[in-house]
């Protein structure tokens, strides 16, 4: 039997097509085999971006040992977790309940039913010091246990199931009220790292939801003439990030973490989600506090993803650049030796570059010694020395893209895609540049026409009818929409997010509350719908690491409120925050998308209106002005007539109506 991945349309599977591993696609007939021959399954997931991938399928699957061992005791099915988020989902939990963590690569023993019992992450190719056992002596140990305690395997897989098919549900029930937004925010701040900002340890990661959550309790705190311990928490983490080795401080954009406390060493792979959400934190910081920080962050963002990420002729973007260009570069391409920099500066460049970036005979990488990650230890000397360091810069970034820079993945995914959209439209409009505005309407204009089915929700790639029905992509899609109405006052694209959540409310509501993270119609997506984790509809609530979906789902319904005054959709986020709440206490980082939305059923919201002739004039500086103001919850419309007017409503509470800009702007500061 040979490898049947290349036919695939996953960068990911592709990636493993040449591996002497027998591997299969997700579908029914994996299954059906392992049945057949009576054999276990291994399951792999990874993705194309993933480093520990790349180790583990040099290491291990292009073993031909290894792949003997393979072939011969399992059947083996590769997925790729961005193609499939539901099995991932599904899987990480299983394996989470028998390790204690997941992440990628997922390494999982199944049952021919689909059941886990057994699994990990990465497994060394060979037992190693730190206690890790290597992966052939797990496979020849799961194919013995397989074959002698059959009975072990079954009460073993029953076990996990049970598990994972409880915890797919999170939904908790509980009482709404401004406690929650209080507590969360007291349970984020206990979680703050007050040296180097962000939140927890190392490996740390970005967590925009939350720096977009203390934004707000940064702004009501000072409007209520009350503590800014919330300030520290946002400069820091803004702060230590922007200067961090986690930011590309030559080519814009972030990588996906850090494996240290503070920021320096980060693991760099650069993914569209994180770049979209940081993005509006950066814009959200710079719109409420000014710093010219975060706008240089905010623009460098933009420019990396017009330059690499964006298909500017089709209307999309890439998902995500590999850490690696091969096998075990550990991030070669983003790191430099003092030699390398040494060949492409002048000693003036060359000595301002060293001091600001920490440039050294010796670097942070392991592999590497001599490899130094750039991270901004400390600002240039004075005035003159800025220009010789963006000279410096600007050689250093030149070198670079001689490089043969990492695979960048352009699958165009619909949630990620209309979360960048969003991102561009309120860049656009802080930045001043509406080329953003542009191709952030041309992705949005191609999902409703490529991705969009009345009847099956939203794909999941553009271009592609299956799969389709997942929640994310649906509640993400509606959310940009609602970005777009609000930039542009064409009511189609609110009419588009009515229409979207018209589905939603029929093929993901449960009428208990809360939405299922897959479609009533599409339950058996591949063909494998008798598998009991596919089978089980999960309401997840977390953000991991991409906003949660019932999250999300809240904030388009608590933006519809305010847009539309239609009560529906009050009742509904209702109905949506009180099937959560109990989950929200616990959750507080990891929910913060969720606890964003009790924070705007629980205050104020701001509604500005616009109204005024199209093209240039004071109505469309006036809604430039409003699109620009900070306000932590709030929606802007604009609407056509004879006059310019806008009127500002806090509340209940309405002002009377203005005619410029400046008027307008002095009601805004009041």
Known sequence: MSNQLATQNSAYLKSAAHQ?????????????????????ILLDIGAVWCHW??????????????????????????????????????????????SGQGGWPLTAFLTSDGEVFFGGTYFPPDNNPYGRPGFRRVLMEIARTFREESERVTANARAIREHVVQTL?????????????????????????????????????????AIEFMLARLYDSRAGGGLEWPRDIVEKTLNGMARGGVRDHLGGGFHRYSVDDGWIVPHFEKMSYDNSELLRAYLSAYQQ?????????????????????????????????????????????????????TAELTAEERAVAARVFDIQETGEMHHNPKKNVLWWKQDPAGDDEWPILRRAIKQLKAARDRRKAPFV???????????????????GAVLDRPELNELALQVLERIWKEAWDVGGGMSH??????PRGMLDDNVQAAAAFLDAYEATGDRRWLERALEVMAYCETAHADPAGGYFDIA???????????????????????????????????????RLWALTDDRQWRERLDRQLG???????????????????????????????????????????????????????KVVIRKIADAPAATVCVDTTCSLPVATPEQLAALLAQ
């Open 579 to 633: 099937t959560f709440a109990g989950s929200a206490r616990a959750l507080s980082l990891y929910g913060a998308t969720l606890v964003r939305s009790v924070d705007w059923a629980v205050h104020p919201v701001t509604r500005i209106e616009v109204a005024g002739p199209r093209g240039d004039g004071p109505a469309c500086a006036m809604h430039l002005l409003a699109l620009q103001t900070y306000r932590p919850r």
């Open 53 to 98: 991938c790349h180790v583990m399928d040099g290491e291990s699957y292009e073993d031909p040992a290894i792949a003997e061992l393979l072939n011969r005791d399992f059947v083996c099915i590769k997925v790729d977790r961005d193609e499939r988020p539901d099995v991932d989902s599904r899987y990480q939990r299983a394996v989470q309940a028998l």
């Open 520 to 558: 009533a119609t599409n339950a058996a997506a591949g063909g494998t719908g008798d598998i009991a984790y596919l089978a089980t509809r999960a309401k997840p609530v977390q953000d991991a690491p991409t906003p949660s979906p019932n999250g999300v789902a809240a904030l388009v319904l608590a």
């Open 20 to 40: 002497p591993v027998h591997w299969m696609p997700w579908d029914a007939a994996a299954f059906d085999r392992a049945r057949a021959e009576r054999k276990p």
């Open 461 to 466: 790639v553009l271009g592609r009818p299956e």
């Open 409 to 427: 993945d352009r699958t165009p995914y619909v949630n990620w895609n209309a979360m960048m959209a969003g991102a561009f439209l309120q860049a």
């Open 289 to 341: 506090l000014g710093t010219p920080l975060y706008k240089e962050v905010a623009t460098g963002i933009a420019d990396w993803m017009l330059a690499v990420m964006a298909d500017r002729i089709h209307g999309s973007f890439a998902t995500s650049q590999d850490a690696d260009v091969t096998f075990g570069d550990d991030g070669d391409y983003w790191t430099w030796t003092l030699e390398e920099c």
């Open 169 to 209: 549900n999170e939904a908790k029930a509980g009482a709404v009220g401004a406690d929650l937004v209080s507590g969360a925010a007291d349970q984020i701040a206990g979680l703050f790292d007050v040296r180097y900002g962000g939140f927890g340890t190392a490996p740390k990661f970005p967590h925009p939801a």
